[in-house]
């Protein structure tokens, strides 16, 4: 999908052998493209790099530099003393946390919540931006557009208190169906129906915002193709899944990998409000163990261990589905073709 | 993706008139937009009615809330569909003495501003990176694993105060001025461009940057529009670098109401108790006060990612 | 042998051979090593208090007590006396961080109140004013960045590491306050010296209270229900048992009533009736921690029993304080858990419920009633090290702040400006305007505060109850043993290893888990750092 920049120069390039060189001379890449001298490339592309700079240089500058303040990971840190001067603990944070049955239990939780959210919530988006985009009456349409994504402005302690009103074990529903003698349903206090509440909340609150992306990508598909497609007789389903479907795979790939890339953090302040409700084996994941086994006693050493553990499995299994993507043709984050 | 569609809207207002296309259109509905069937139809608006009901019910009940006196509200566990004797008592606490308005008129000018600054970063890198430059791939590395490894709080903060922007409306900004994961998402659709089209303008002799303004950037509106909306929540409810780095004469909107939030939602059985909780209706109303200007800016934003935008490629 | 306890050895050998005067000095070299000082920081007993003073001519109208009873009032002085003459300061500027609890308030220049205060201090004072939640992160960030504040409040939690801290970086007080000295500032000499025990570390006055009322108490009741099922005091009930069956007469489900409900089940009220130590137990020099005790486990057994009888509100143990507050204003629960002073403000339980009531102790394992002194400070303020002049007008600035109930000072700080932010009533007493709020949430009163008085105008009836349930609970008071005592494991993983006690008991309360689950979490808090924490409060003790 990319143009090949004019200036290259494809033919005589395919008849050179592979030889070592130096210097800036023309040689053949690894799938035997010409490469172009160093100075060469700058020229070609140094109005992109020019754009490329203030973006790099903010991260450089407020992601990169900070960075190594992690060492703290390896420290007993005290922020007064700094970071040269706290005390070196090695791996000590890192077995602290991995010989702890609670960090296994939160690690589990994560996982467990994460899994459920990938399979359960993140469809829900997209299957809304395409119920949105069959309306026809333009009025129904931006009406339904304009209130969706509501929720997610409401903050998380409005959320929980509105799932007890209707679901806690005083609720709504509780009492309802006690009263038609089914007995009382206690869905917001049972450890084992954690991961499903805390999905069902997400739904709630974010289906609507996370919609937005896919109205985008559905707005941006050709209408010829839809054109081209029904006179070529293809109904509504057959349509849908011939040109609506592929025209946005790439965005939903995209966001796939990336959430991965943040899944372990499935969220602190929804599940802090409601770990007490089902008990810390239930209820805690890696943020709120990192908060009550290290933050209440000032311990950020625990916390950046935790976080670069998170990082690595994250770095995975982006790397992971990122591959899994080129596998099926699209592009994913990144690619070496590109 | 070899057609080049006809592109009916602009040609057709400007043979009819407004009113009358929109009729004409009407009238010859596109042939991919037939009328689905009655129970199809039916399905969909039982769908979309529970869905609506589902969304509009807590913001109703949030309203509501905010306008009820505390012992309706304490009679009904928190949240009042339906006021009985509505009062602006709520409103009148949080309103009074100007510093919330301050701090609303501080948030706006931040949002603008870190909006406009951070998306124009954005389409920049994710311009640059869209297509295969030296060092692609190491500067698209940079960005992404800074979505997975973040740096402490206390590293930024000797950062931040490094650079002299303690204290500083920059401090506010800065900071978080980039997203990763807005960058990736920019750059998936610049690269999804037709390359015909990128070619057609080369062509033309058109430079990198004529290509981005001119090709680039009125196909993408609908992504722009979103990653903007994003980025404006993200500034509009920021409240953390605020916290950390400047004092409360700059904090914005949302530091100033979390304020009036904080001591409710504390679940911490350990209490001082140094006030009493601001009551359930000052809650609420905090949650409206900083939803409204979402709520108005959203319309101009939408029809950006609705259909109706000009998809049509260059003729020719 | 980790690299801590080579180098904490390394320390207590140099001290042991004899370059005790050297410790402080080492501790500077030491810390490139980054060692973590296990210093003894025993208790009141090793430094002479502030001579007390009594401030002058005020008569309360209900008395309080050395022990800690605050006093009470009914109606404020109709001439305040001015009790700082000559302003502390001449226009030097400093700087100091605290909580603030509410909105921001309006800055200097629009602030009259403000304004006022720096003319009678003679200089300015910039206030980092951070709310409760976010202390923590915002005042290690600003002392990683070395940018530390003049004055600094000690909440307790945020700075692990005090006494490293205190030694390393702020100003040790006892030569400006100790004895005869603190005659110079005679509002601090007027707090009484229960509130500056508090204030010692190390063998020395190293912080300014702020004094609160001694206890938070056992949290409130609906007198009216009670009473409906025949109990008018609550220290009258026998036991255990009869108060488990009023529990019972308390809850009728269908009615939407309950007998109790509080965020994570508002131990800290069973903790002082069944007679569970404040923290820590002392005995002949042994120290017990409270989860170690079987008035521990009699406590929480009592709480599951009443759990699962149905007693406290399904879900309640999961509450925000606005839901508690909620089901406790409209009825549903009976009683809940919260502190004192959250009583008798005008926005407080005792105007928000008027049937509410703070609930007085019995004696439900037996022996005698029992409340914890667990609120005998909010917290404290530590000053940066200075040179002795610099250190003399920040005392000045405190004891402007602590100008006591009655002073002109005192209005000024709490109500503001008379005109501006309140107008006199007929008795004397401040009626806020609409500005006031804005006006006076600054936080002056967290850096330092004068001994409590109990004063809600207009409210005479709510000041005697508090009263009364103060002059009734003081008596029974149970200190803390540990809270001037310092020990580095339980700095640096006190809470962590207390969690999976803390949550193995909400579980079992809840049904989830065992008695014999709680149990195994106690055995296995005591080798994860409990033995270590025990050894090293008795060795504070004996220093």
New interface residues.
């Given amino acids: 999908m990319v143009s090949t920049p004019v200036t290259s120069r494809p033919k005589a390039a395919a008849a050179e052998p592979a030889r070592p060189v130096t210097g800036h001379a023309r040689r053949l890449d690894r799938k035997g493209r010409t490469r172009l001298s160093f100075a060469a490339r700058f020229r070609r592309d140094r109005v992109m790099l020019l754009l490329v700079m203030p973006g790099f240089l903010y991260f450089v500058v407020f992601h990169w530099l900070p960075i190594p303040g992690n060492i703290i990971a390896f ?2 840190y ?5 970071f040269v ?5 090695g791996l ?1 944070n890192f077995a602290v946390a991995f010989s702890d049955p ?1 960090f296994w239990y939160a690690l589990r939780n994560t996982l467990v919540i994460m899994v459920m959210q990938l399979v359960l919530f993140f469809p829900v988006p997209i299957a809304l931006a395409l119920l949105l985009n069959s309306i026809m009456s333009p009025k129904l349409k931006k009406f339904v557009q304009s209130v969706i994504y509501l929720p997610h402005f409401l903050g998380w ?1 409005i959320i929980v ?1 509105l799932f ?1 009103q209707i679901l ?3 609720g709504l529903i509780p009492n309802f169906l006690d009263s038609l003698g089914m007995g009382r349903i ?1 869905p ?2 049972d ?1 084992a129906t954690f991961p499903l509440l805390v999905t069902v909340q997400t739904i709630w609150k974010d289906a609507g915002w996370g919609t937005i992306m896919f109205l985008a990508a559905l707005a941006s598909i050709d209408d010829s193709l839809y054109e081209a497609a029904a006179i070529d007789g293809a109904g509504p389903w057959r349509r849908t899944w011939a040109v609506t479907i592929p025209g946005i795979m790439p965005i939903v790939i995209l966001l796939l990998i990336l959430n991965l890339g943040t899944a372990l953090s499935v969220g602190f302040e929804q599940i802090i ?5 089902v ?3 239930a209820g805690e994941v890696l943020d709120t163990y990192v908060y ?9 050493g625990t916390s950046a261990a935790v976080g670069l553990v998170k990082g690595i499995v994250g770095l995975f299994l982006v790397l992971g589905a990122n591959k899994v993507a080129h596998m099926f043709g699209q592009d994913g984050v990144y690619s070496r073709e590109h | 993706m070899g057609s080049t569609p006809v592109s009916t809207e602009s040609t057709t207002v400007v043979r009819l008139g407004r009113q009358r296309a929109r009729d004409y259109r009407a009238r010859t509905r596109p042939v991919w937009m037939e009328k689905p069937s009655f129970a199809m139809q039916g399905l969909k608006g039982l769908v979309l009615l529970l869905v609506c009901v589902a969304v509009i019910y807590p913001f109703l009940v949030v309203i509501g809330t905010s306008l009820s006196t ?2 309706e ?3 009904n ?2 949240f009042v569909l339906i006021p009985m004797h509505p009062t602006l008592e709520a409103y009148r606490t ?1 309103l ?5 308005t301050e701090a609303l008129f501080r948030s706006i000018g931040i949002t603008l501003v870190g909006t406009a600054l951070s998306v124009t970063l954005t389409v920049m890198m994710a311009y640059g990176l869209s297509r295969r430059i030296m060092g692609g791939n190491f500067f698209l590395m940079t960005a992404l694993l800074t979505m997975l490894f973040s740096p402490g ?2 590293p930024t ?2 950062v931040v ?1 490094e650079l002299g922007l303690l204290g500083t409306f920059a401090a506010l900004i800065l900071p978080t001025a980039l997203s990763a994961f807005n960058l990736i998402i920019i750059r998936s659709f610049f690269m999804n461009v037709p390359s015909e089209l990128v070619e057609a303008a080369r062509l033309d002799g058109a430079g990198d940057i004529r290509i981005l303004w001119n090709v680039m950037l009125p196909l993408s509106k609908a992504v722009i529009a979103v990653i903007g909306l994003f980025y404006a929540v993200g500034y509009w409810n920021m409240f953390f670098n605020a ?2 780095y400047v ?3 700059k ?1 914005p909107l949302a530091m ?1 109401l ?3 939030v ?17 009551s ?1 209706a000052i ?1 609420m109303a905090v949650v409206v006060i900083s939803l409204v200007p979402i709520l108005s800016v959203y319309p101009f934003l939408q029809k950006y990612f609705t259909k109706g935008v000009l998809t049509g490629a260059v003729k020719g | 042998m ?3 306890e080579i ?1 904490t050895d390394r320390r207590t050998f140099l001290k042991y051979v004899g370059f005790g005067a050297l410790s402080v000095a080492a501790v500077g070299s030491l ?6 000082t296990e210093l003894k920081a025993s208790g009141a007993g090793s430094v002479k208090m502030p001579t007390f003073l009594a401030s002058e001519g005020l008569t309360p109208d209900l008395k309080g007590t050395a022990e800690g009873v605050p006093s009470a009032f009914f109606n404020y002085p109709k001439n305040p006396v001015r009790s700082v003459k000559t302003p502390p300061l001449k226009g030097e500027t400093f700087s100091a961080i605290t ?9 200097r220049d629009k602030n009259p109140a403000w304004q006022e205060i720096e003319k009678r201090l003679g200089g300015k004072l910039d206030i ?7 202390f ?3 005042i ?2 600003t ?3 070395n ?1 530390i504040p003049d004055m600094i409040l000690d909440d307790g ?5 005090i006494i ?2 205190l030694q ?2 702020c100003q040790d007080l006892t030569k400006f306050l100790s004895g005869d000295a603190v005659k110079d500032y005679p509002n601090l000499a007027a707090i009484p010296s229960l509130y500056w025990e508090q204030t010692v570390r190390d063998g020395k006055i190293y912080a300014l209270p702020i004094p ?1 009322g001694g206890t ?1 108490g056992l949290g409130f009741y609906n007198a009216k229900r009670y009473a409906d099922v025949g109990v008018t005091d609550t220290s009258k009930i026998k036991d255990a048992d009869e108060y488990l069956s009023i529990m019972k007469e308390l809850t009728d489900a269908k009615a ?1 009533r309950w007998a109790f409900g ?3 089940y ?3 009220t069973f903790f002082q009736l069944f007679g569970v130590p404040n923290q820590w137990r002392e005995e002949k020099g042994k120290m017990t921690f409270q989860i170690e005790t079987d008035e521990y486990l009699e406590a929480i057994s009592f709480v599951a029993k009443a759990a699962k009888a149905g007693y406290i ?3 309640s ?7 508690m ?3 406790f ?2 009825g ?1 629960v009976a009683q809940i ?6 009583y008798f ?1 005008a ?3 005792a105007v ?1 419920v008027p049937d509410s009531a703070p609930f007085l102790p019995f004696a439900a394992g037996g022996g005698k009633p029992q409340a914890n002194l667990d ?1 005998i400070v ?1 917290a404290t303020t530590m000053i940066k090290k200075n040179d002795d002049a610099s250190v003399k007008k920040l005392l000045g600035i405190a004891n402007l702040l602590a100008a006591p109930f009655g002073t002109e000072e005192y209005l000024l700080i709490n109500y503001g400006v008379e005109g501006a932010d309140y107008t006199r009533d007929g008795n004397g007493n401040p009626v806020p305007t ?2 006031a ?2 006006d006076t949430t600054v936080p002056w009163r967290y850096l330092t505060a004068p001994a409590p008085a109990l004063y809600l105008p207009g409210h005479d009836d709510v000041i005697r109850k508090t009263h009364e349930a103060y002059a009734a609970m003081i008596p029974l008071g149970v200190a803390n043993p540990a809270a001037t005592l310092f020990s580095p494991t339980d ?6 290893i207390r ?2 006690v803390s ?1 193995a008991t ?2 079992y309360i ?1 049904g ?2 065992t008695l014999d689950d709680v149990k195994a979490a106690i055995k296995a808090w005591k080798s994860a750092g409990g033995d270590a924490i025990r050894k090293e409060y008795e060795k504070a003790l004996k220093a």
């Fill in positions: 420290e007993d005290q922020p007064y003393l700094g001067d706290s005390v070196w603990v000590d609670a302690v208190s007890t806690g074990p005083t206690s917001m206090t450890p409000l409601q770990r007490n409700n008990g810390a084996q009550f086994h290290g933050i209440v006693d000032g311990q950020w | 505390q012992q509200i304490a009679a566990n928190g949080i009074s003495g100007g510093i919330v709080i206390i903060f000797l105060k916290m950390l004092d409360s004469d904090w100033v979390r304020q009036y904080l001591l409710g939602s504390s679940i911490d059985a350990n209490t001082g108790a140094e006030i009493a909780a601001p359930q809650q | 980790s690299i801590r180098a810390a490139g090593c980054g060692t973590r909580n603030i609890f509410g909105p921001p308030p309006n800055g980092t004013a951070v709310s409760a939640d976010d923590a992160t915002k290690n960030t002392l990683a960045g940018d939690a945020s700075i692990p590491d490293g801290f390393a970086k609160r938070a939407n509080s965020t994570s508002g131990l800290a509100m399904p879900g143990d999961g509450w925000t304080k606005s839901q507050v909620n089901a204003t409209n549903q858990y919260d502190g004192l002073p959250g403000k926005d407080g339980y928000t609120n909010f609409a500005n709020l804005a700095a640096s993983k006190g809470n962590t969690q999976p949550d909400q579980d809840s989830r888990k």
